[in-house]
């Protein structure tokens, strides 16, 4: 699961404030998946990032972080 939330949603901590103070997202998406979602529920809040290929172009959301 964590390859999933790190790697394909591109939900990461800020490696200058780590521990996920602040979030970095970098999605990867692959050739064979046309969408991705997915939320992390750390220690200052939940997170989410969703991204959908469509045609020739990405999608990206972004649920900031709530507590």
């Known amino acids: ?7 394909l949603a591109g939900i990461n901590p800020d490696p200058r404030r780590p521990g996920f103070r602040h979030t970095v ?3 990867h998406p692959v050739a064979d998946l ?3 979602r997915a ?3 750390g220690p ?3 997170v989410g990032s969703a991204w959908e290929i469509d ?3 990405l999608t990206l ?3 900031p972080k709530t507590q």
């Open 25 to 27: 997202i970098h999605p």
């Open 44 to 46: 200052y809040g939940t």
């Open 1 to 7: 699961s964590a390859w999933f939330y790190s790697a």
């Open 34 to 36: 046309t969408w991705a």
């Open 55 to 57: 045609g020739d172009g």
């Open 61 to 63: 959301k972004v649920k």
């Open 39 to 41: 939320e992390h529920q």
